[in-house]
């Protein structure tokens, strides 16, 4: 989701319910698509593809979802303009995807318990995999394809998926409820984020069971999600409610929190910059890497959830 010499930048306006295109260089908005129900969430970029898709959560939250919605909506990065959406149906509430090796779309389908499988070669669902639980918010893939790991938020646990054969192998404890999830260069270590305590649960994914327990330094409440850097350089945690992003070192042996705007979510690397949504305010916050410090911010939208680059 990140590129050094991007030409476009996208944003998922969750507060406004829009799709921003900006200027990469400028952060001046240059396009909004307004036209989604509620509401939209997270985002998928395939740059080479030229598109990317948005999946329509409902218009609540995770947990507190009336009205879940159903479809995920695809953006033509081109022409910068609201293709068209894939019926999830009969799975519903999609929230976090990913693509996998193989080349397909990994969407967790939250109030039906599955990962909704997508090919994007003809914008239809051709499976879906039981995730064993209903607070499946997020997931991620092993960089192999051979894992698909859901952290499963109150339940405290994470879901492993066997991705070619398509099947729930089971379910790691872990001390308590989740929030986010991340997976190591080298498929070893899976990082799943606390959603009680400002602390990091590492699991060792031979063994499937939490291995050590890493506290964010100056970091009051709770953190929210985990990405780690292209080049698997750090790993980026951000918390919602304590308006942090902490930078961590692949051994978590070094960590810097930096304080950004009200109720940061998701993040895109870019070079040596990580930037940094905030839903709560509006903002934009960029860090500057190396200088572990905030070097610029911008308003976009009402508050974005999901920023990438293409």
Do not use: W
């Not at 894939?86 to 939250?110: N, Q």
């Not at 709560?280 to 911008?298: M, N, Q």
């Amino acid at each position: 989701m990140a590129a050094r010499n991007a030409h476009g930048m996208i944003a998922v306006d969750k507060m406004g319910t829009k799709v921003l295109f900006l200027d990469p260089v400028s952060y001046e908005t240059e396009t909004v698509l307004d036209d989604f129900p509620r509401t939209v969430h997270e985002l998928l970029v395939l740059a080479e593809a030229g598109f990317a898709y948005v999946p329509i959560f409902g218009d609540g939250i995770h947990g507190r979802n009336p009205n879940p919605g159903h479809l995920l909506s695809i953006i033509d990065l081109r022409h910068r303009t609201h293709a068209g959406d894939i019926d999830l149906r009969p799975y519903i509430a999609p929230h976090t995807l990913k693509l996998g090796v193989d080349g397909l779309i990994y969407i967790a389908c939250e109030n039906s318990a599955v990962v909704a499988v997508i090919d994007p070669s003809t914008n239809k669902v051709v499976d879906a995999i039981d995730s064993g639980s209903t607070n499946g918010h997020r997931l991620i893939i092993s960089s192999d394809g051979q894992r698909l790991y859901t952290e499963n938020e109150e339940d405290g646990t994470v879901s492993v998926i066997d991705v070619r054969r398509r099947r729930l192998l089971g379910k790691i404890k872990t001390p308590r409820a989740l929030a986010g999830i991340a997976i190591s260069a080298d498929d070893r270590t899976v990082v799943a984020v606390d959603d009680e305590q400002p602390t990091l649960f590492l699991i060792d994914t031979q063994t499937e069971e939490v291995v050590h327990t890493v506290r964010l330094e100056g970091v009051p409440e709770a953190a929210q999600i985990a990405r780690y850097a292209p080049d698997n350089s750090m790993i980026g945690v951000t918390s919602l409610r304590s308006d942090t992003v902490t930078l961590i070192d692949p051994s978590f042996k070094e960590q810097t929190a930096i304080k950004v705007g009200k109720e940061p979510m998701d993040m895109a690397f870019r070079g040596d910059e990580l930037f940094v949504a905030c839903q709560g305010d509006g903002s934009v916050h960029v860090v500057d890497i190396p200088a572990r410090r905030v070097k610029h911010s911008f308003g976009a939208g009402k508050g974005c959830e999901s920023l990438g680059f293409f």
